[in-house]
């Protein structure tokens, strides 16, 4: 049983270099959301979906853009990076009629 | 707009004692509000809602609408509740919006 699976779990970019973070859940979730860890500010919105086929802008899309490919997955993707982005990445689903959230085990991005 | 305070970013106290994680939120609706849990090297992991008003592992959360505060406490504090804490609102849509964070010690 997966849950959600991020892939990948580190990774290191050199400023203006692009990257894929995928995201897959196996629960049959509906929403999916990407989320960004830093110290002292907690987890701040990227982007969600709440059911297959839509995406809206979260607290911090700037930089980045999604895909909802199917209702399993869910990519982030960073098209130029930026020191700024820096962080940890944590992909979670939900169902509609629970807001429990299951996350994923985050993927350590270093933008230098 | 909707906003999540976690007023402390660490809590240490010692084996046995009680504790008390402070949440204070804002929110023109009806709130529902979770406490989220990240121990060492794993992933966040809902603890518990206040919807269900359960106790899970000693931990239980009042919501006081009045003082617009969730708090989360546990009378005898043990050393595997070392780890991360987040409390979060749902705000629209199923999206949660996550305080700060609280990271809690807990000493032998």
């Known amino acids: 049983n997966a849950g959600v699976t991020q892939t990948p779990k580190f990774q290191v970019l050199k400023t203006g270099q692009s990257m894929t973070l995928q995201c897959a859940q196996d629960m049959n979730h509906n929403s999916m959301y990407w989320y960004r860890q830093d110290p002292g500010m907690g987890l701040r919105l990227i982007y969600y979906?709440?059911?297959?086929?839509?995406?809206d802008k979260g607290e911090v899309p700037n930089g980045y853009n999604v895909s909802r490919l199917n209702k399993r997955e869910f990519s982030l993707r960073l098209e130029s990076a930026a020191p700024s982005q820096t962080s940890v990445y944590f992909c979670?689903?939900?169902?509609?009629?629970?807001?429990?959230?299951?996350f994923g085990s985050g993927t350590r991005l270093t933008v230098v | 707009a909707q906003r999540v305070t976690q007023p402390e970013k660490l809590l240490s106290v010692f084996k046995g004692a009680p504790v008390e994680l402070k949440c204070n939120y804002s929110?023109?609706?009806?709130?529902?509000l979770f406490w989220y849990v990240q121990y060492s090297r794993q992933r966040l992991q809902l603890l518990l809602r206040?919807?269900s008003r359960e106790s899970i592992k000693g931990f239980t959360a009042d919501l006081n609408k009045g003082e617009t505060s969730f708090h989360l406490k546990k009378p005898f504090a043990q050393e595997e509740d070392s780890a991360m804490y987040y409390c979060a609102l749902r705000s629209g849509a199923q999206k949660l919006v996550f305080g700060q964070g609280t990271r809690l010690t807990i000493n032998p």
């Open positions: 206040h919807i």
């Open positions: 979670a689903s939900s169902t509609r009629h629970n807001y429990g959230y299951t």
């Open positions: 979906s709440a059911s297959e086929g839509t995406t």
């Open positions: 929110y023109s609706g009806s709130p529902e």
